[in-house]
C-alpha cells in the first residue's frame, strides 16, 4: 500500500518533471526557429546579391538557390569602362571623399566629444540637443543652396563640393558617438596624471588618446560607413569623374540601353558591401555599441 | 503583484548625463566649473563652428532664396524675367499646387507638372513614414526579443543583423529591383507575374519591403540596447509572484523599454520623412512613389528658389514631428542617449 503510492509519486513527480523539462525545450527551440527566421531575413537578399555576382549574363534570372554557372566574368564588367562606367574611379572618389570627412570630423569632433563628456559648463545639454539635431537634419534642405552656391563659385563636381556637405552628418555622429564612448572610460588615470603633475591638456594627450583609440577607431568606421553609403548630395553635386559608388552602382549602364545588367551590378554591389561587412562582423561588439550609444544611423 | 512593479520602482544604472564632479570640492569649485566652461568653449568652438558653415549657413541661405522669384523666360511674352523678391509666393504656390500663369497671375498646376505633386508627395512621404517605422517598430521589438534571450549562436544573429545596415541604401535599391525584376526571384518564389515596379501599389511595397529590410536591423539593435537596461531580478519577482509572460510583457517590458523605444522610432521616423535614395532608384518615383525629397532634387534644375521653398516646407515639416515627439510623446533624446551608452555592455 505505502509503497503503491510511494512508486505512484515518484512517477507523477517525474511526469511533472518531464513535462516542465518538454516546455523548457519547446521554449529553446521556438527561439532556434525565430533566430533562424531572422537570419534567413537578414542575409538571403544579401546572399543572392552574391550568388547572381558569380553567374554568367546568359543565366541572369536563373532561380536555383545554389551558385550555378560560377563565373567571374561579372567583375571584370564592373570595372569595364567601355559602356561608359567608371566603376574603378568611382570605388576610388569613394575611398578619398570618406576618408577626408572621416579624418576631418574626428579631428574636429574629438575635442567637442571630450567637453561633452568630461566637463562641466552651462548649455551643456543645449550643445548636445544641436548637434543631435543636427544629425537628423534633412539633406534636401542643404541641396538647394549648396546647388546654386556651388555653381555659382564653380566647385560643381570637385571633391570639395562632395566633402563639404558630408560633414554635416558625419560630424554630429562622430561627437555623439565619441562623447558616449568616452562617458565609459577609465578617467581616474586622468586624475592620476594630474596629481603626477601633467597638465590636463598632457593628460589628455598622452593619458586619454592612447585609451580612447579602440574608441575613437570605432566612430571612424560608422563615420566613413556613412559618408560611404551617401547617395543624395552625391547624385547632384558630383559629375563621372568625381561620382563616388553610390552613384555609379546607380547609374550602371549596360550594352543595351534598355537591358540593366544586373549581374554586374550585383558584382558591384558585392565589391561595395564585402569588405564593410567584413569590417563590420569583425567589430560586432563596438560597432553595435556605437551604433547605439550614438544612436545615429 | 505585477502592477507594484511600476516603472517607477525600478530604475536602470544611473545615466551617464549626469554631470561629473571631480577633484575636492568645496573652496574653489565656482572658479573650476568657471575655467571648464572657457575650457570647453575652446574646445567645441570648431564643431559649432563647421556645423554653422555646413548647416545654420545653408539654412539661412535657403530661406533667403525661398523669398525671391525665379528667374526665367516668362511664358507669355517669351522675354527673360529677372528674379526679385516674391515674398511668400513660392510657399503659397506649392501648398495651393499654383503655377506662374501666362502673362502673370497663377493658375493650377495642369497635371504631370512638378508643381501639381506637392500634395501628392507629402501624403506619398507620410505613407511611406508610417507603414516602413510601423513595420520596422514591430519586427525590430520581435528581433530584439529574440536576440536578448540566452542561445547558442545568439551572436551569430547579431551579426547577422548588422549586414543589412551595412550594405549602402543605393545598392540596396539595386539589389532589390532586381529581386523584384519580372523574372525576378520574388515573382518566382510566390509563383507571381507581378509587374513590381510597373504601377502604383506593387510599386509602393516594394518600397517598403525594401526599406523594412534594411533599416529594421537598426531599430532592432535600439531596442535591444533598451532591453539589456531592464535588471533580470525585476522579471524573476514578478515570475515568483506568478505573473504571466504577457503580464511581465505588458507591465515591465513595455514601461520600461519606452524610452529606448521612443528615441529609436523618433530616429526613424526622421529617416524616413527624408527617404530619398530607395525610391529614387527603384522606381524613379514613378507610380506615386515621389516623396518630397525626390520632388525638391527633380525641382532644383527648373528653379532654384522655388526648389528652396519646397526644402525649407520640408524641413519645417520634419521639425514639427521632431517637436511633437519630444514634447508630446516623450521621446526625451539627449538623456536617453547618454543612458542607453551607459547600460549597453
Same mark, same amino acid.
Given at each position: 500500500?505505502t509503497?503503491a503510492?510511494?512508486?505512484e ?5 517525474d511526469?511533472?518533471?518531464?513535462t ?10 521556438r527561439?532556434?526557429i525565430?533566430?533562424?527566421v531572422?537570419?534567413?531575413w537578414?542575409?538571403a537578399?544579401?546572399?543572392?546579391m ?6 554568367e549574363?546568359?543565366?541572369?534570372y ?6 550555378t554557372h560560377?563565373?567571374m566574368?561579372n ?5 569595364d569602362?567601355s559602356f561608359g562606367?567608371?566603376?574603378g ?5 569613394s575611398v578619398i ?7 576631418i570630423?574626428?579631428?574636429?569632433g ?6 561633452l563628456?568630461?566637463?562641466n559648463f ?7 540637443g544641436?548637434i543631435?539635431?543636427a544629425?537628423?537634419?534633412?539633406g534636401?534642405a542643404?541641396?538647394?543652396p ?16 562632395l ?18 564612448f568616452?562617458?565609459?572610460m ?9 596629481v ?9 594627450r598622452k593619458?586619454?588618446?592612447?585609451l ?5 577607431f ?6 566613413f560607413?556613412?559618408?560611404w553609403?551617401e547617395?543624395l548630395?552625391?547624385s547632384?553635386?558630383s559629375?563621372?569623374?568625381t561620382?563616388?559608388?553610390?552613384v555609379?552602382i546607380?547609374?550602371?549602364?549596360g550594352a543595351?540601353p534598355?537591358?540593366?545588367?544586373y549581374?554586374?551590378?550585383m ?5 561595395v558591401t564585402?569588405?564593410l ?8 561588439r ?7 550609444a550614438?544612436?545615429?544611423? | 503583484?505585477?502592477t ?9 544604472p544611473?545615466s551617464?548625463g549626469?554631470?561629473?564632479h ?5 573652496v ?7 575655467s571648464?566652461g ?5 574646445l567645441?568652438?570648431p564643431?559649432?563652428?563647421?556645423l554653422?558653415?555646413?548647416?545654420v549657413?545653408?539654412i ?7 523669398l ?5 523666360l516668362d /511664358?507669355?511674352t517669351? %522675354?527673360?524675367?529677372?528674379? =526679385?523678391?516674391?515674398? *511668400?509666393?513660392?510657399? $503659397?504656390?506649392?501648398i ?5 500663369a ?6 493650377a ?6 508643381g501639381?505633386?506637392f500634395?501628392?508627395?507629402?501624403a506619398?512621404t ?5 507603414v516602413?517605422v ?14 536578448a534571450?540566452t ?9 547577422a ?19 523584384f525584376a ?10 507571381a ?5 510597373g504601377?502604383?501599389?506593387p510599386?509602393?511595397w ?5 526599406d523594412t529590410w534594411?533599416?529594421? /536591423?537598426f531599430?532592432? %539593435?535600439l531596442?535591444l540596447? =533598451?532591453?539589456?537596461? *531592464?535588471p533580470?531580478? $525585476?522579471?524573476e519577482?514578478?515570475?515568483v509572484?506568478g505573473a504571466t509572460?504577457?503580464q ?10 519606452k524610452?529606448a ?16 535614395d530607395?525610391?529614387?532608384i ?10 518630397l525629397?525626390?520632388l525638391v532634387?527633380?525641382q532644383?534644375?527648373q ?7 519646397l526644402?525649407?516646407?520640408t ?5 514639427l514631428?521632431?517637436f511633437?515627439?519630444?514634447?508630446f510623446?516623450?521621446?526625451n ?12 555592455k
Amino acid at each position: 500500500m505505502t509503497s503503491a503510492t510511494a512508486t505512484e509519486l515518484r512517477a507523477r513527480q517525474d511526469k511533472g518533471r518531464k513535462t516542465a523539462q518538454n516546455r523548457e525545450k519547446w521554449a529553446q527551440g521556438r527561439t532556434y526557429i525565430s533566430a533562424a527566421v531572422i537570419l534567413i531575413w537578414c542575409l538571403a537578399p544579401a546572399y543572392w546579391m552574391v550568388v547572381t555576382a558569380f553567374r554568367e549574363v546568359g543565366f541572369t534570372y536563373d532561380t536555383s538557390i545554389l551558385p550555378t554557372h560560377v563565373t567571374m566574368d561579372n567583375f571584370a564588367t564592373a570595372f569595364d569602362t567601355s559602356f561608359g562606367n567608371r566603376f574603378g574611379q568611382a570605388l576610388l572618389n569613394s575611398v578619398i571623399i570618406g576618408t577626408v570627412v572621416t579624418v576631418i570630423s574626428l579631428v574636429i569632433g574629438v575635442f567637442a566629444a571630450y567637453a561633452l563628456a568630461r566637463l562641466n559648463f552651462r548649455f551643456k545639454f543645449l550643445v548636445l540637443g544641436f548637434i543631435l539635431g543636427a544629425s537628423m537634419f534633412p539633406g534636401v534642405a542643404l541641396i538647394t543652396p549648396l546647388f546654386q552656391l556651388f555653381t555659382n563659385i564653380g566647385w560643381m563636381g570637385t571633391y570639395q563640393a562632395l566633402i563639404i556637405p558630408n560633414i554635416s552628418f558625419v560630424l554630429p555622429l562622430t561627437v555623439y558617438t565619441l562623447t558616449s564612448f568616452f562617458r565609459e572610460m577609465p578617467w581616474e588615470l586622468e586624475e592620476s596624471a594630474r596629481v603626477d603633475g601633467c597638465t590636463q591638456g598632457q593628460a589628455f594627450r598622452k593619458v586619454i588618446m592612447p585609451l580612447a583609440a579602440p574608441a575613437i577607431f570605432t566612430t571612424a568606421i560608422l563615420a566613413f560607413i556613412s559618408s560611404w553609403n551617401e547617395f543624395l548630395i552625391a547624385s547632384q553635386l558630383s559629375n563621372e569623374a568625381t561620382q563616388p559608388v553610390t552613384v555609379a552602382i546607380a547609374s550602371f549602364a549596360g550594352a543595351q540601353p534598355n537591358q540593366i545588367p544586373y549581374t554586374a551590378i550585383m558584382a558591384a554591389g558585392t565589391i561595395v558591401t564585402i569588405p564593410l561587412v567584413i569590417l563590420v562582423l569583425v567589430l560586432q561588439r563596438k560597432i553595435i555599441a556605437g551604433l547605439t550609444a550614438g544612436a545615429v544611423k | 503583484m505585477a502592477t507594484e512593479l511600476g516603472p517607477t520602482s525600478v530604475k536602470p544604472p544611473a545615466s551617464g548625463g549626469t554631470p561629473i564632479h571631480h577633484g575636492p570640492k568645496g573652496v574653489g569649485e565656482d572658479n573650476k566649473i568657471l575655467s571648464q566652461g572657457k575650457w570647453a568653449s575652446w574646445l567645441l568652438a570648431p564643431t559649432i563652428i563647421a556645423l554653422g558653415i555646413v548647416i545654420v549657413y545653408p539654412i539661412i541661405s535657403a530661406i533667403v532664396m525661398s523669398l525671391q522669384k525665379d528667374a526665367g523666360l516668362d /511664358p507669355a511674352t517669351g %522675354l527673360f524675367t529677372a528674379g =526679385g523678391p516674391a515674398g *511668400i509666393q513660392n510657399y $503659397v504656390n506649392w501648398i495651393g499646387q499654383q503655377c506662374a500663369a501666362p502673362g502673370g497671375g497663377t493658375v493650377a498646376c495642369p497635371p504631370g507638372t512638378l508643381g501639381g505633386q506637392f500634395w501628392s508627395a507629402t501624403a506619398t512621404t507620410f505613407f511611406f513614414t508610417i507603414v516602413t517605422v510601423t513595420f520596422e517598430t514591430v519586427l525590430g521589438f520581435w528581433m530584439a526579443m529574440i536576440m536578448a534571450r540566452t542561445f547558442k549562436g545568439r551572436s551569430m544573429v547579431r551579426a547577422a543583423v548588422l549586414v543589412p545596415w551595412a550594405i549602402p541604401t543605393a545598392v540596396t535599391a539595386q539589389l532589390w529591383l532586381f529581386i523584384f525584376a519580372f523574372e525576378g526571384i520574388a515573382n518566382k518564389l510566390f509563383n507571381a507575374s507581378i509587374l513590381w515596379t510597373g504601377s502604383e501599389w506593387p510599386a509602393k511595397w516594394a518600397v517598403i519591403i525594401a526599406d523594412t529590410w534594411k533599416t529594421t /536591423p537598426f531599430m532592432a %539593435l535600439l531596442i535591444l540596447a =533598451g532591453l539589456q537596461m *531592464i535588471p533580470a531580478d $525585476v522579471y524573476e519577482a514578478a515570475k515568483v509572484d506568478g505573473a504571466t509572460a504577457w503580464q511581465r510583457f505588458r507591465m515591465i517590458t513595455l514601461p520600461l523599454v519606452k524610452p529606448a523605444l521612443m528615441v529609436a522610432i523618433l530616429f526613424r521616423t526622421l529617416d524616413a520623412l527624408r527617404m530619398f535614395d530607395l525610391p529614387y532608384i527603384l522606381t524613379q518615383g514613378a507610380n506615386n512613389t515621389t516623396t518630397l525629397s525626390i520632388l525638391v532634387i527633380n525641382q532644383i534644375r527648373q528653379g532654384f528658389n522655388s526648389a528652396a521653398a519646397l526644402s525649407t516646407i520640408t524641413f519645417i515639416i520634419i521639425f514639427l514631428v521632431a517637436f511633437i515627439f519630444v514634447r508630446f510623446l516623450g521621446a526625451n533624446v539627449v538623456e536617453q542617449s547618454g543612458a542607453t551608452g551607459k547600460g549597453k555592455k
